[in-house]
């Protein structure tokens, strides 16, 4: 078969490729899942696209993480990476672990399960849609957050939901997952989250507030 001039080139890290200055904080949508290792590549067939260069020096080591300068990115979207094996799993949470000053990330479609030993301290934004969460304690940490979107997991209860009541979040989306059917959804959710001003895309309405919710507010409007 004709094999495209590029082929060699098709499991090549971008931050591999030389003579180029790109750094990671200007990739708003990188591609950050690993190529197959030498031995799949070879037992593959595919050996002629394993880049053949001398040992990585530990000065290389070190321009290539200043290259990739996750730690600067401010927004980011990593999401439908394909993360087939372990290994691409471990280099993804591996970049995530840089993303101390992302903003607004979006991890979309990735198959991930648990990200509980991610710490993204200045996210406001995180969109894990379709992803294979089934609890809220499997989330990063995220202190600053502000708007979650979670829809199509497998969010199976409101368990650990109250780890977010310290935070500024405002918005929530948890459509498509089984919690969503669990009886006084709504309510509960929004007494689990003081912030919180919308769930699943609709405004917190009068209905949604639990009983002692409501005696509060009224005796607030007698004394007003």
Same mark, same amino acid.
């Given at each position: 078969s004709f094999k495209l001039p590029a082929d060699p080139f098709k499991y090549l890290n971008w931050c591999d490729i030389e003579e180029h200055d790109v750094r990671g904080n200007q990739l708003h949508c990188p591609r950050v899942r690993e190529g197959p290792s030498k031995e799949e590549l070879y037992f #593959?067939? %595919? %050996?002629?696209?394993v880049k053949k260069r001398k040992q990585v020096t530990d000065t290389e080591k070190w321009q290539k993480k200043l290259q990739e300068n996750w730690e600067n /990115? !401010? %927004? &980011?979207? &990593?999401s439908f990476q394909d993360l087939g094996d372990l290994y691409q799993v471990e280099n993804f949470k591996r970049i995530l672990q840089r993303l101390i000053r992302v903003e607004k990330l979006w991890l979309v479609d990735n198959s991930l399960t648990d990200l509980s030993a991610i710490r993204l301290p200045r996210c406001r934004e995180l969109n894990v849609n379709r992803n294979h969460f089934t609890s809220f304690k499997q989330l990063p940490r995220i202190p600053q957050i502000q708007? &979650?979107? &979670? !829809? %199509?997991?497998?969010i199976l209860t409101l368990n650990g939901i109250s780890d977010f009541r310290h935070t500024p979040l405002e918005s929530l989306i948890l @459509? #498509?997952?089984? /919690?969503e059917f669990q009886e006084r959804y709504r309510e509960l959710v929004f007494s689990s989250l003081p912030n919180l001003k919308m769930l699943?895309?609709?405004? @917190?309405l009068p209905e949604d507030c639990s009983p002692s919710?409501? #005696? *509060?507010? *009224?005796k607030m409007c007698t004394i007003l």
């Open positions: #593959r067939g %595919e %050996e002629h696209t /990115c !401010a %927004e &980011l979207n &990593l708007h &979650l979107s &979670l !829809a %199509e997991n497998n @459509k #498509r997952n089984p /919690c699943d895309g609709i405004p @917190k919710d409501i #005696r *509060f507010l *009224f």
